[in-house]
Each structure stands twice: as structure tokens, then as C-alpha cells.
């Protein structure tokens, strides 16, 4: 069944289907479905501090394996990458934060920036979440964070949690 061209074209150089494509256009069509999937697919930015990047790329594999993208560039970077346009690019197009709280995260100026940050947009209203990674004193933990539910247990549940939360309205 045809998909580009539905129609019969009076010049025989037209395409009636993918299969008559250039190299050149599959290539262009195959690119724009790509970018069809990525769009739709869910998407989580994971704040971390350094120290805690195995157990963010631990959670990101389990999400990814359900059809959820997520990292982090900070910890995904490839020498030469501009980190900063890459942070702004992964924070814009995710649905979800999660917040991996440790001792040496709540020191982290950027992840105390992408708590503000989060906080600061309503698209991120009942999507900000915590997941307790290392015990962390209480007092270390800004306060609006203990107001909100954290996703708890080991890696594959809170997984599962975060799933549940992507299935809520995006606001209250």
C-alpha cells in the first residue's frame, strides 16, 4: 500500500510509494519518523550529583527499557559537548524530574539549581520527584522537597513509580 503519493501521477518520475523514494528522500523520511517517535515518547531529566552517576544510569537503563528517555547530559557528556546547551535542551523537552538525593547532591549547585528550576515551571507540578540515594540528613534537604512524594525502594520500583506519575495530568 502506498504511503507517499496516494495518488497516480501522470509523470513517471513522481514516487507512488517508499519503495520508489531516492536514497536521498527514505533518508529524509526515515530521519522525520525518528523524530515523530523521540517527540512521543516520554521523557525524564535526572539530577544527580556526580558521585551518585552509576545509580542514574542504573535508573535511566530501567526507564529506557520501558520506552522512557532519560538522563542526565552531565553525566552522559562526550568530551567536546557543550554541557550547558545540552542541560537547557534535556530540561526543556523532559516531562518528569527526578531528584537522586544524597549527601553530595544537596551540596550540588546544579542540582540545587535544577530543583529551582523545576519548582519554578508549572509543567513540572506533581512531576518534580525524589528517590532517596544515599541516607542524607533531613536538615541538608531543602524543605519543599519533604512536601512532595517521593518515589521509594530499590531501583526497579521506583521505576515502576515514576511510570505511575507520568500517567497523572501534568497539573492538579
Request: proline share 6%; net charge positive; charged share 20%.
Amino acid at each position: 500500500m502506498p504511503i507517499v503519493g496516494a495518488h497516480l501521477s501522470r509523470h513517471p518520475r513522481r514516487c507512488s510509494s517508499i519503495r520508489h523514494l531516492t536514497p536521498d528522500a527514505k533518508a529524509k523520511a526515515s530521519n522525520a519518523l525518528q523524530w515523530a517517535v523521540a517527540k512521543a515518547r516520554a521523557s525524564v531529566y535526572i539530577s544527580t550529583a556526580a558521585s551518585d552517576a552509576s545509580l542514574a544510569r542504573e535508573l535511566a537503563e530501567r526507564l529506557e527499557a520501558v520506552g522512557i528517555h532519560a538522563g542526565n547530559p552531565m553525566i552522559d557528556a562526550l568530551p567536546g559537548e557543550n554541557v550547558s546547551a545540552e542541560l537547557g535542551r534535556a530540561l526543556n523537552r523532559a516531562d518528569a524530574v527526578i531528584v537522586l538525593v544524597s549527601p553530595d547532591a544537596m551540596k550540588s549547585p546544579g542540582v540545587r539549581h535544577d530543583i529551582q528550576f523545576a519548582l519554578g515551571q508549572e509543567r513540572f507540578q506533581n512531576r518534580l520527584i525524589p528517590v532517596l540515594a544515599k541516607q542524607t540528613p533531613s536538615d541538608t534537604i531543602p524543605w519543599i522537597l519533604h512536601t512532595l512524594q517521593w518515589a521509594k525502594g530499590g531501583v526497579d520500583k521506583v521505576a515502576i513509580q515514576i511510570l505511575k506519575t507520568l500517567d497523572l495530568p501534568k497539573t492538579a
